[in-house]
Structures are given as structure tokens and as C-alpha cells.
């Protein structure tokens, strides 16, 4: 799934869900054309790495629900 790796800022992760926003959730939605139901990793530059689905998707936003997270040691 590396081609559906994307990048989070730390503070858009909370418990069980997440906010894709900016370049990432243009690339997501209109280059890769993904919606709700897909599934995509997040890395957050601090070693953790969040498989999630997507719940909704939108211009402004897209919400997710954390599946797994796996933390470089």
C-alpha cells in the first residue's frame, strides 16, 4: 500500500480518527481519486504509521478512522 502513503501532522490524530487536510487531502481526493471506504497509511514524522479508512471526504477535509497504528522503535 506505499502508493497510498500520505502525511499527517501529529495534532490532526486523536484517539481513533484523524483530519487529512492541504496537499495531502488534494492528492488523496482529486489525483488518486479515493473516497469513502478506501484505505490509506499516515505517517506523522514521529515514527508512527496509521493504516485508516476513509469515513468522509470532501474540498475541505477528509476524516478518518484509525485502523491499526504501528511506532518505529
Same mark, same amino acid.
Given at each position: 500500500?506505499?502508493? =497510498?502513503?500520505?502525511?499527517?501532522?501529529?495534532?490532526?490524530?486523536?484517539?481513533?480518527?484523524?483530519?487529512?487536510?492541504?496537499?495531502?487531502?488534494?492528492?488523496? =481526493?482529486?489525483?488518486?481519486?479515493?473516497?469513502?471506504?478506501?484505505?490509506?497509511?499516515?505517517?506523522?514524522?514521529?515514527?508512527?504509521?496509521?493504516?485508516?479508512?476513509?469515513?468522509?471526504?470532501?474540498?475541505?477535509?477528509?476524516?478518518?478512522?484509525?485502523?491499526?497504528?504501528?511506532?518505529?522503535?
Amino acid at each position: 500500500m506505499s502508493n =497510498r502513503t500520505f502525511y499527517i501532522e501529529p495534532d490532526k490524530v486523536q484517539g481513533k480518527t484523524a483530519i487529512l487536510k492541504g496537499e495531502e487531502l488534494h492528492h488523496a =481526493r482529486n489525483v488518486m481519486r479515493l473516497g469513502p471506504g478506501d484505505e490509506i497509511e499516515l505517517v506523522d514524522g514521529l515514527g508512527n504509521m496509521h493504516r485508516a479508512t476513509f469515513l468522509s471526504i470532501s474540498s475541505e477535509k477528509g476524516e478518518l478512522e484509525i485502523n491499526s497504528t504501528e511506532t518505529e522503535n
